[in-house]
């Protein structure tokens, strides 16, 4: 009983976008473009994830894995450090209106280390409670509207993948989730990777990291839903 004893006397409410901006440590944060003649070498990164782009050292985030190197280096030979969680990239439109309050996710692990699976599944905790935003896990493809790809896509998983995503009613949108989903991460050159996942089905949104944080993926799903800001989140909380 003490653990529940301590949880109660536990502050920490359920997070939303506007309160977690006061909360630090709810997300580690990613490298910054940062000019060059304060960056470290290209050559630092084990992804190759940072780019020389007119003067600044830009950051491939579909590559980056979080590892800290490039930000390890001395005060004068760093990249800038960016906090926050909106890490979202959209490449097709949102889901219909008579989705803004109820999506169904289906998630597939397509050779995830275990990483983005654990912040996907704090999701359903209650200091991020999804299910207050109408969010819900689903065994099932042919009952999702969203089908979340973490992983870079084994071999063995290509399929499962492809019959995941042709079992699922129109309209449907496909997220990949963390780096490897988004560029294969460390284990691209692997003979038994087949990913990323666009190369198997197409991606309407991607959300970067290493894994992305729990606020991250909401931030993505609030997207996909067609509510997103801080306005429309406490509206929909409310309602």
């Given amino acids: 009983m003490l653990w529940l004893r301590k949880g109660?006397?536990?502050?920490?409410?359920?997070?939303t976008t506007k309160l977690s901006s006061t909360l630090p440590g709810v997300s580690p944060g990613r490298p910054a473009p940062t000019p060059l003649k304060d960056a470290p070498p290209e050559t630092?990164?084990?992804?190759?994830?940072?780019?020389?782009?007119?003067?600044?050292?830009?950051?491939?985030?579909?590559?980056?894995?979080?590892?800290?190197?490039?930000?390890?280096?001395?005060?004068?030979?760093?990249?800038?450090w960016e906090e926050g969680h909106q890490w979202?990239?959209?490449?097709?439109?949102?889901?219909?209106?008579?989705?803004?309050?109820?999506v169904h996710v289906?998630?597939?692990d397509a050779g995830d280390c275990g990483a983005c699976l654990?912040?996907?599944?704090?999701?359903?905790?209650?200091?991020?409670?999804?299910?207050?935003l109408g969010i819900a896990f689903t065994p099932t493809?042919?009952?999702?509207?969203?089908?979340?790809?973490?992983?870079?896509?084994?071999?063995?998983?290509?399929?499962?993948?492809?019959?995941?995503?042709h079992a699922m009613p129109s309209p449907k949108r496909v997220m990949a989730v963390g780096t490897c989903a988004l560029s294969g991460g460390i284990f691209a050159s692997s003979f038994s990777i087949v990913?990323?996942?666009?190369?198997i089905i197409p991606v309407d949104i991607a959300v970067p990291g290493c894994?992305?944080?729990?606020?991250?993926?909401?931030?993505?799903?609030?997207?996909?839903?067609?509510?997103?800001?801080?306005?429309?989140?406490?509206?929909?909380?409310?309602t």
């Fill in 141 to 165: 493809p042919r009952d999702a509207d969203v089908l979340v790809i973490t992983g870079p896509v084994t071999v063995s998983m290509k399929e499962a993948v492809e019959e995941a995503y």
């Fill in 118 to 132: 654990n912040e996907l599944h704090q999701l359903a905790s209650p200091v991020y409670s999804l299910h207050r």
């Fill in 8 to 15: 109660l006397n536990q502050p920490m409410k359920t997070l």
């Fill in 44 to 80: 630092i990164c084990p992804t190759q994830a940072l780019r020389e782009h007119e003067g600044v050292m830009d950051v491939d985030y579909a590559r980056c894995i979080h590892c800290r190197l490039c930000h390890q280096q001395n005060a004068k030979n760093q990249m800038a």
């Fill in 195 to 199: 990913g990323p996942v666009e190369r």
């Fill in 88 to 102: 979202t990239q959209m490449t097709s439109p949102k889901l219909p209106d008579a989705f803004h309050h109820s």
């Fill in 211 to 238: 894994p992305p944080p729990p606020l991250a993926l909401l931030d993505a799903f609030q997207r996909l839903m067609g509510a997103h800001s801080e306005e429309q989140l406490a509206e929909r909380v409310r």
């Fill in 106 to 108: 289906r998630i597939v």
